[in-house]
């Protein structure tokens, strides 16, 4: 999960409608961008939009369940942020990535820095390990 503070993990999972695909499709191309950075055949994910109840979590996801959860909000977002925390949880939900403080893609909080060549090299050691987790 990527959150501002501590808070519960109520949410809504929103009907789809022309106006929410859009804002889907931001976490698609986020989710493409990952699959092109690691080159490697990673499982499908599923990608909900949701309203969380406090209005303050960013995404959550379940740890190696191929399945995500975005906040709507994401639309008024920058492209490094959506990126960012789409990354993060697709780490939590492929690797089984925990937080880690300090770490510039798996900390808890969301500082605000995105740096995207720091985010590569995080989501690429997560990934290495786990394919020899399983003996790839
Ligand atoms: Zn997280």
């Known amino acids: ?18 106006d929410l695909y859009r804002v889907r499709r931001l976490v ?3 989710l493409y961008d990952a ?17 969380f109840e406090d209005g303050k979590l960013l995404g959550m996801a379940f ?9 709507r909000g994401c639309e ?8 960012s925390v789409v990354w993060h949880e697709l780490a939590h939900a492929w ?3 925990e937080h880690t ?3 510039p893609l ?3 909080v969301d500082n605000g820095k995105y740096d995207r060549a720091a985010e590569e090299r995080v989501l690429r050691t997560l990934a290495g390990d786990s394919f020899k987790k399983k003996g790839k």
Do not use: H, Y
């Not at 999960?1 to 022309?18: A, E, G, I, P």
């Not at 490697?40 to 909900?48: I, M």
């Not at 369940?65 to 906040?71: A, E, F, G, V």
């Open 28 to 30: 698609i191309d986020a």
């Open 1 to 18: 999960m990527k959150k501002n503070k501590k808070q519960d993990f109520s949410r809504v999972v929103l009907t789809m409608d022309s």
């Open 35 to 51: 699959r092109r950075v690691l080159g490697a055949d990673l499982p499908r994910v599923k990608v909900r939009i949701v309203s």
């Open 95 to 97: 690797f089984g990535a």
């Open 63 to 71: 740890l190696g369940k191929n399945d995500i959860c975005i906040s």
């Open 76 to 83: 008024g977002w920058s492209a490094d942020r959506v990126r």
């Open 101 to 103: 403080e300090g770490c």
């Open 106 to 108: 798996m900390g808890a």
